[in-house]
């Protein structure tokens, strides 16, 4: 009930009380007065502490919405710097991508040099092999040739004044000189040629 009426009904009734001398009413109609008397006063302290209640309640409602509202300011706050944080962490993370990429095809060009690398070297130590065989070859080709013409040489030399004679060479002396100079000269042909160790 609000509590503007009762304090009318109050007022009235109390109006009323002091009136009944002056009217010279009946004592029931007086009970029936004290009692509605009595019963609006105590709807009026009823009414009272409701409002009290009520006010406390409001305070305490005020009160518990204000520390809602801090948290709320709170939690958006920190929703926006989360989400400020999150969009750094997603640009920290396209950086790490953007350098991952990066390193993977540098990784990838660095294979593929050392593979193209290890061929030209696998390559080369073939020809190394081959090189190295022909030189053995020609090493012991020389050694042949070298041994035969030293042979030549030496058949040369022996080549006496009865071989001449028989051979039916007419001059022999300046024959002799000049096999002697070619042999000398083969000689020294030879061992120019011949491979060094």
């Not at 009413?25 to 004290?34: G, H, S």
């Not at 001059?171 to 000049?178: A, D, H, L, M, Q």
Request: contains cysteine; charged residues 30%; glycine residues 6%.
């Amino acid at each position: 009930m609000p509590i503007r009426p009762i304090i009318l009904i109050a007022a009235g009734a109390l109006g009323l009380l002091v009136a009944r001398p002056l009217l010279g009413a009946d004592p029931a109609t007086e009970n029936r007065m004290r009692d509605a008397l009595r019963n609006t006063m105590l709807q009026l302290r009823s009414c009272e502490t409701e409002k009290a209640t009520l006010q406390a309640a409001k305070a305490e409602a005020d009160e518990s919405n204000k520390g809602l509202m801090a948290q709320v300011d709170s939690l958006t706050a920190k929703s926006s710097k989360a989400e400020k944080v999150a969009a750094e962490e997603a640009a920290e993370i396209n950086k790490f991508k953007g350098a991952i990429e990066k390193w993977q095809a540098a990784y990838q060009q660095a294979t593929d040099l050392a593979s193209s690398k290890e061929a030209e070297r696998a390559k080369l130590a073939g020809n190394g092999i081959l090189l190295q065989r022909q030189v053995e070859d020609l090493e012991r080709k020389n050694a042949s040739l070298f041994k035969l013409g030293s042979e030549i040489l030496t058949r040369y030399e022996h080549f006496g004044l009865g071989d001449a004679l028989s051979a039916k060479e007419p001059f022999v002396g300046i024959t002799r000189v000049k096999l002697e100079n070619l042999v000398q000269d083969y000689r020294d042909k030879l061992a120019d040629e011949k491979i060094k160790p």
